[in-house]
C-alpha cells in the first residue's frame, strides 16, 4: 500500500532523515519506534506531505505523491494525527471533528462518521458541544483521532499518540488504535513508547539518527536484546 524508498528529508542544508525506506501493506499496522530526535517526527511529516523530500520516494497504491500538494493526500485516503493534537481551541469539540470531513467525498459520510467516533468515543459525544480547549489532554488526543477518522481514511498516520498522556490515558489510546486497525485501516505509528507500540504492531523499524538501523517483526524486535537493552532498560 504505501512504500516509502531511500527517502532523505533535509532542513535547508541539515540532513534529517537518510536512505529511509519501508512499507505498509494493505490492513497492517506498522510501527517507527526510536529515541528523542532520531527523525521520525520527520520522516511521518515527509510521508503526510508536509514536508517535501530530498531524494527518494513515496508511493501510494503505486502511485508516486510527490509533487502533490499536501492537502491532496486527505483525498487518496491518507489522514494524519498530528503530534501535539494541533487542535482549534476555541472551537467545539463537533466543530474540530467535522474539520476532518472537508472534502466533498468524505462529507457525504459526515453523519455516518460522526456516529462511529461517537461509539468508539463516547465521552466526545457527551462534550460534542464543549471546546476542544477546555478538555484534558487524553480528550484531546480522542479528539485528534477522531477528526482523523471523519476523513475515512485508508492508511492512517500516528505521531506520538501517547506524548504527554497519563499511563493509563495512554493504554486506552493505544487500545483504541488497535481497534481501528482491526476495521481494516492500515496506520503507520510513529511512537517513542517501544512497549506499547511493539505491543499492538505486526512489524517495525528503529529509527536512530535519521536511518533505519533495525526492521522486523515486532514481537522479535521485542525480544532482541540490543533493543530491550537500550529501548527498554533490559539486559
Given at each position: 500500500m504505501l512504500e516509502v524508498t531511500r527517502v532523505e528529508v533535509a532542513y535547508g542544508d541539515a540532513g534529517a532523515v537518510w536512505d529511509v525506506s519501508l512499507t505498509v501493506r494493505e490492513r497492517e499496522l506498522v510501527t517507527v519506534v526510536g529515541p528523542n530526535g532520531a527523525g521520525k517526527t520527520t520522516l511521518i511529516n515527509a510521508i503526510a506531505g508536509l514536508l517535501p523530500i530530498r531524494a527518494g520516494t513515496i508511493r501510494l497504491e503505486g502511485r508516486d505523491l510527490g509533487g502533490l500538494a499536501s492537502h491532496e493526500f486527505c483525498r487518496h485516503g491518507v489522514a494524519l494525527v498530528p503530534e501535539g493534537r494541533r487542535l482549534f481551541g476555541g472551537m467545539t469539540v463537533e466543530e474540530n471533528l467535522e474539520m476532518g470531513c472537508y472534502d466533498p467525498?468524505?462529507?457525504?459520510?459526515?453523519?455516518?462518521?460522526l456516529e462511529r467516533v461517537y461509539v468508539i468515543f463516547p465521552i466526545l459525544r457527551e462534550r460534542r458541544q464543549q471546546r476542544a480547549g477546555s478538555l484534558s489532554g487524553g480528550q484531546q488526543q480522542m479528539v485528534a483521532l477522531g477528526r482523523a477518522l471523519m476523513a475515512r481514511p485508508r492508511l492512517l498516520l500516528l505521531d506520538e499518540p501517547s506524548l504527554?498522556?497519563?499511563?493509563?490515558?495512554?493504554d486506552q489510546v493505544f487500545e483504541v488504535i488497535?481497534?481501528?486497525?482491526?476495521?481494516?485501516?492500515?496506520?503507520?505509528?510513529v511512537e517513542q513508547n517501544v512497549v506499547q507500540a511493539l505491543a499492538i504492531a505486526a512489524r517495525a523499524y528503529v529509527l536512530e539518527q535519521g536511518r533505519i538501523v533495525a526492521e522486523g517483526a515486532a514481537e522479535d524486535l521485542a525480544r532482541d536484546p540490543r533493543i530491550r537493552e537500550a529501548y527498554l532498560g533490559q539486559q
Open positions: 467525498a468524505a462529507r457525504k459520510f459526515r453523519a455516518e462518521s504527554g498522556l497519563a499511563p493509563t490515558i495512554s488497535a481497534g481501528i486497525h482491526a476495521e481494516g485501516v492500515a496506520v503507520l505509528l
